[in-house]
Structure formats: structure tokens, C-alpha cells
């Protein structure tokens, strides 16, 4: 008891002083010495570049298809029709968008969840404990992080052909579920966030190791996870080339599959050009969710990049 | 590799010296209990798909016979394909002019950002990295309408100005809409990572340089960039593993432009089509895999190449 006790006191006299040399370094009150008008405006100006698209897409989705044809594209058409378009695109096919944008969230939760589950466990083995083999299993891990992974998806496709896996949702959760980056990435993070000492003095309370994984190290994993898993969402979220060849059945697609196949029919014309508004409408609505969960756990994983670049 | 190893080494290095520690049973087995369920997917949806399509590219797929052992008479075919060809010089073409743009942008903006001189830094960081957060199917999509002759924008705003447009959709401009494309998604991708690097660089150390009369460039040149040359380099191998796999942008652009990109536009896009057009399931993975070798030689090159010029320096 008196050994946790001590160790405690010390991780925090520690962190103590990581906090005052931190302040020390970065010298806030100079922060807003010397402000540079030029490159503000440089800087802001760029900023139309990133911003101009998505705002065009936002009007866009205010617009039917014949202003879309004829009216400027950074201004609002002759008619609100943003209320029109988010119901033609929740009905059209039989509201098959719905099941698209259901598919999209089972896919991507499942996978990121999963993946960040198994690359946590692993990142925290690989960094906290030493063992025979541990050298062999972490290069082979660094090793595939190199590998490309289109250039997996074909063959993983020519697998699952053989075990009849393609054309189900298993067929895009199973390939996600591996990020050897996300391992990479929890063993530099756990290196540097849990204390060694911190987990002797739990061993001598008595703790078992799966017990310390599952309360000390979880926490104080956090920020790396939150990382982890907001970057396997991104990934699984946005994936377009596993899905296309995976799957035939419409109602498996996820919104980048069906969205593809809605642009493609539009642009092939011959009088689908109706599906213009719907197919722009359709890309917003999909792409507000990761922006707002950037946004909102923008501390988290800000942090974990910062660990994750310095180290990697 | 040696980018994440040279680091792996020096933890390595300094773990043990730190806690000379007996190999203890109970932790072994726990740790190996904690590995095991990664190492069992990875096994299976890593190394067995790699090692089967390895043993389906050694085989043809003939009329009469059914399959048949070819040895690597499909990498030869491959090595001799003009169409192959054709897509890695694209993509390599793609490699020499669009990496290197959109990293002297990534770095501009994070060095631009991280010198704090900007005012509201922290809003314009967030807002160049929102691309990122775009899938890539709805970015080119946009991107296929902005360039788009019938409604898009570029082309009304060059009316606007009385200016014939240019179309970028045209088979000489369609690497270079390409391009734009995938620069729009990853500068504030890379500019994030890269300025997570700076902000860790101790502020002391050009504090000093900066007292000695060294101006900001300067300052950039010689002390930031060098500070934060990992994270360059990681930045570095990502795009250049990027632009050979390059495959959505140019598939979904196909659908507008389809006499600009071909079948073979690139060597993913090739090997799709001749897995589910051709149905040449055999060549398709001997193709997949020499691109698989050839970008892990690439990026291997270059970091060797960038850990000898440390090593010089």
C-alpha cells in the first residue's frame, strides 16, 4: 500500500514538473508577440481553396436540377429545394439510402471498434512487456505496414471467393479489423503514457496483468485510442475499392459504393440527369458526420498525432 | 522500414538498461494472451490472402484443362504488358509532380502555423485538414462537377471573365485534374502530422538562433525541418505508397471522362479490370503483387537512401 502510495507521489512530483518545464519551453505570454499580416492573409486566402468545394456542394443541395444547369454555383438557385432533395434522396429506390447510410455505420463502427480493440491490446503488450519473440512479432508488424492495401484487397477478394465470404457484410468487416498501424501507433503511444512503475505497484497490490491492462493501462491509453479509432472510422467510413469488388447486393452497399453507382448512371445521361441533385445531396449528408466528429474529439486525437509523429 | 526501426532500436536500447528485468512467466503468458487475438485475424486476413494469390499467380487458367501451373510465365506477361507499363509510368509521372507539390504545401502551411504568427491559426489549422475527413468517392465527385463543361464552376467563372475555359477533363488534363484532386484531399492530412512534429521541437533551440540574428527562413531551413526530418520522411512514404495505389480517383473521374481514363489508366485500375472484366482472376494477382514488390523496393530506396544522408550529415 505504502509502495503505491509512493509511486504516486512520485508520477505526480513527475508530471509536475513535465507541466512547469512545458510551460517554460512554450513562453505563452509570447504568443501574441509578433502576429504576421501578410501571412494571415496568405494563409486565410489559401483557405478558399479547401472551403470553396464544400461550400459549392452545401448550395448545390439547395438547388433542382435545372439550377443546378443554370444558375451560378457559389450562389442559391431561383428556389429553396434543400428540404426536397433530402427527400428525394431518402426515397428514391425505395429508400435504399437509408440502408446505404445503416450499412456505412455498422461497417465502420464495427471495424473501428474491433480494430482498435485488438491494436490496443497488442500495442500494450508490445511496449509493456518483454518477452521471447516480442522483437520478431513487431517487425513483422512494421514490415506490413508498408504493404499496400489495395494491393491486398484483390487477393483478399480471391480468397474469400474460394470460402464464399464475398457478397456479405463479413467481407468488409474482417479485412478492416487489421490496422498494423493502429499497433504501431498504441506502442509508441503506451511507451510513452504508462509509467513502468505505475504497473510494479499495482503487481504488488496484487492486481493480475489483465486486470492492470483493463483499468490503469485502458486509461491511460485514452488519447491514443480515441486517435486509433477515429483514423480506422475515417478509413472504413471512406472506403470505396474493398466494398466495390466485395459486393454485388445493393442492399450491402455503404454510401461511397452507392453514391459511385448513382453518379455513374447520372452521368451516363439519356434522362437520369434528374439524379444530379440527388446524387450531391447524397454526398453531403454522408460527409457531416466525420466533420463533426473531428470537430468534437479534435483535443483527442490532436494529442495522439502529436505522440504518434514525434516518436514514429 | 528503417524509419519506424531506427527508433524501435533506440527504445529497445534504452528499455532494458532502464528496468533490468528477469523474463517473468506470468507476464509472458499475459502478453502473449493480449497479442494473440490481433496475430490470428492478422494471420488470416493479412498473410493468407498474400500467400494465396502468391500460389494463384503461378497458375494459368486455360479453355481446355481448367488450371494449369504456369510458373511465373504470368510475371513475365506482366513485365511485357505495355498496358502495366503504361500505368506505372502515369503513376510515376503522378509520384515526381504531385508529391512533391502537395509536401512543400503540407510543410508551408504547418511551418506557417506553428510560427504562431498567423491570426485565428488554430480555426485555419482545423479547416485545411477538413478535406481529409471527405471520402475520397465524394471529393472526386465534387471535384468531376466543379470541372465539369455543363454546370461547373470553373468553367462559369471563366465565362464570367470572358475567357475560353480549359477542359479538364481532356485526356492531356486529366492526370493533372488527378492531381488536384488527391492535393485537396491529403495537404492538410500531411500538414497536420508535420505540425504535431514542429510543436514538439524545444523552442530553446531556435530561441538562440533567433538571438543570434537568424531570420525566420532560416530558422525553417535549418533548424525546424531537420528537427522533425521523421515525421518528413513517414510523410513521404505514405504519399509515395498513395499515388501507386492510386484507383478511386480515376475511376470514379472514368464515368465523366471516359475517353480520358482508360482500363489501364493505372496499374490498380488495370489489375481490377482484368480481375472483373477480363476475368483473369490469375494474372490479376500476379499484377497485384508485382506492385505490391515494387512500391515496398520504392519505399525501401527511400529510406535508405534518407537514413544515409542522416547518417552523412
Known amino acids: ?312 | 522500414m528503417t524509419v519506424l526501426s531506427n527508433r524501435a532500436r533506440a527504445a529497445r536500447a534504452s528499455g532494458p538498461a532502464r528496468t533490468p528485468r528477469r523474463l517473468d512467466g506470468a507476464q509472458t503468458r499475459a502478453a502473449w494472451v493480449l497479442i494473440a487475438p490481433f496475430l490470428l485475424i492478422f494471420a488470416a486476413m493479412f498473410l493468407a490472402p498474400l500467400l494465396y494469390s502468391a500460389y494463384l499467380s503461378l497458375f494459368t487458367s486455360q479453355l481446355v484443362g481448367g488450371e494449369v501451373f504456369s510458373g511465373l510465365a504470368n510475371y513475365v506477361r506482366a513485365l511485357q504488358d505495355p498496358s502495366f507499363w503504361a500505368g506505372l509510368g502515369r503513376v510515376g509521372l503522378f509520384l515526381f509532380i504531385q508529391v512533391p507539390i502537395m509536401l512543400v504545401a503540407s510543410i508551408g502551411f504547418a511551418l506557417a502555423l506553428d510560427s504562431k504568427r498567423v491570426r485565428g491559426g488554430k480555426v485555419a489549422r482545423l479547416l485545411i485538414f477538413v478535406p481529409y475527413a471527405v471520402p475520397s468517392v465524394v471529393a472526386t465527385l465534387m471535384w468531376g462537377y466543379l470541372y465539369g463543361t455543363d454546370f461547373g464552376l470553373i468553367t462559369q467563372i471563366f465565362q464570367a471573365l470572358g475567357l475560353q475555359a480549359p477542359d479538364l477533363l481532356s485526356p492531356q488534363n486529366i492526370l493533372g485534374s488527378t492531381m488536384n484532386i488527391v492535393c485537396w484531399e491529403f495537404i492538410g492530412y500531411n500538414m497536420i502530422i508535420l505540425y504535431a512534429a514542429l510543436r514538439a521541437v524545444p523552442e530553446d533551440i531556435y530561441e538562440a538562433a533567433e538571438i543570434d540574428g537568424a531570420g525566420q527562413f532560416r530558422v525553417a531551413w535549418s533548424i525546424k525541418l531537420p528537427a522533425i526530418r521523421q515525421a518528413l520522411l513517414l510523410t513521404l512514404i505514405f504519399s509515395i505508397i498513395g499515388s501507386f495505389q492510386l484507383f478511386n480517383e480515376p475511376n470514379l473521374l472514368a464515368n465523366i471522362a471516359p475517353n480520358s481514363i482508360g482500363t489501364d489508366f493505372t496499374p490498380n485500375l488495370y489489375a481490377y479490370n482484368v480481375a472483373f472484366r477480363n476475368q483473369e482472376i490469375n494474372y490479376a494477382a500476379a499484377i497485384a503483387f508485382l506492385l505490391g514488390i515494387i512500391i515496398m523496393i520504392v519505399s525501401f530506396v527511400v529510406q535508405t537512401a534518407a537514413n544515409r544522408k542522416e547518417r552523412q550529415a
Open chain 1, 1 to 312: 500500500m505504502s509502495a503505491t502510495a509512493t509511486v504516486r507521489t512520485q508520477d505526480a512530483g513527475a508530471s509536475a514538473t513535465r507541466r512547469r518545464t512545458g510551460t517554460r519551453r512554450r513562453k505563452p505570454i509570447e504568443r501574441g508577440r509578433r502576429r504576421s499580416t501578410l501571412l494571415t492573409i496568405f494563409v486565410w486566402i489559401s483557405l478558399i481553396y479547401f472551403l470553396v468545394p464544400l461550400l459549392w456542394l452545401f448550395i448545390s443541395t439547395t438547388k433542382d436540377n435545372s439550377d443546378l444547369f443554370s444558375t451560378f454555383g457559389l450562389w442559391f438557385g431561383n428556389s429553396f429545394q434543400f428540404f426536397a432533395n433530402i427527400g428525394n434522396l431518402f426515397t428514391f429506390q425505395g429508400g435504399v439510402f437509408w440502408q446505404w447510410a445503416l450499412n456505412t455505420v455498422i461497417y465502420a463502427v464495427v471495424s473501428a471498434v474491433g480494430a482498435t480493440a485488438l491494436a490496443t491490446a497488442c500495442g500494450y503488450a508490445l511496449a509493456k512487456y518483454r518477452f521471447r519473440g516480442r522483437s520478431a512479432v513487431f517487425s513483422l508488424i512494421l514490415g506490413s505496414i508498408m504493404v499496400p492495401l489495395t494491393a491486398l484487397a484483390i487477393p483478399t477478394y480471391l480468397l474469400f471467393a474460394d470460402m464464399n465470404l464475398t457478397d456479405t457484410m463479413w467481407a468488409i468487416i474482417l479485412p478492416s479489423l487489421v490496422s498494423p498501424f493502429g499497433v504501431y501507433l498504441m506502442r509508441v503511444y503506451a511507451m510513452d503514457a504508462v509509467d513502468d512503475s505505475l504497473l510494479e505497484a499495482a503487481r504488488i497490490d496484487g492486481a493480475s496483468e489483465y486486470r492492470i491492462f483493463g483499468t490503469i493501462g485502458i486509461r491511460l491509453l485514452g488519447p491514443g485510442i480515441v486517435t486509433v479509432l477515429l483514423f480506422q472510422l475515417v478509413a472504413t467510413w471512406n472506403n470505396y475499392f474493398l466494398p466495390l469488388i466485395m459486393l454485388n447486393t445493393p442492399s450491402l452497399f455503404p454510401v461511397t459504393v452507392g453514391l459511385a453507382q448513382w453518379q455513374a448512371t447520372a452521368s451516363a445521361g439519356g434522362g437520369a440527369q434528374v439524379l444530379f441533385s440527388t446524387v450531391l445531396t447524397g454526398a453531403f449528408v454522408s460527409i457531416i458526420p466525420l466533420i463533426v466528429a473531428f470537430l468534437f474529439l479534435q483535443r483527442y486525437w490532436q494529442s495522439g498525432i502529436a505522440t504518434g509523429s514525434v516518436k514514429g
